[in-house]
């Protein structure tokens, strides 16, 4: 099972991003999938989380201006990213909690994926 995060990059302040997290192998379930951030010198924070049933919680930062989704069918998760400021620069990791086919649950990270808000 692996992750695979895509859509990072450099963006003006007030501008938009749209990051997609793709979960691929043997996999029986899915249940919450979501995104966290890590700053330079700073500990890896929650962003968004979506559970199976649909259900999302925002860190209070980023309410109003991200909004998580995502696509079952596809074992996908998206994170669209408005109104971007600079604290918004980070590695932004993809996590999922999956359950492997004839394995247990388990928490799954992607690589990490850069996201630059600068002028």
């Known amino acids: 099972v692996q992750l695979v995060e895509s859509g990072g990059g450099l963006v003006q302040p007030g501008g938009s991003l749209r990051l997609s997290c793709a979960a691929s192998?043997?996999?029986?379930?899915?249940?919450?999938m979501g995104w966290y951030r890590q700053a330079p010198g700073k500990q890896r924070e929650l962003v968004a989380v979506s559970s199976s049933g649909g259900s999302t919680n925002y860190a209070e930062s980023v309410k109003g201006r991200f909004t998580i989704s995502r696509d079952n069918a596809k074992n996908t998760v998206y994170l669209q990213m408005n109104s971007l400021k600079p604290e918004d620069t980070a590695v932004y990791y993809c996590n999922a909690d999956i359950l492997p086919h004839g394995l247990a649950f388990a928490d799954y990270w992607g690589q990490g994926t850069q996201v630059t808000v600068s002028s």
């Open positions: 192998g043997s996999i029986f379930r899915i249940n919450a």
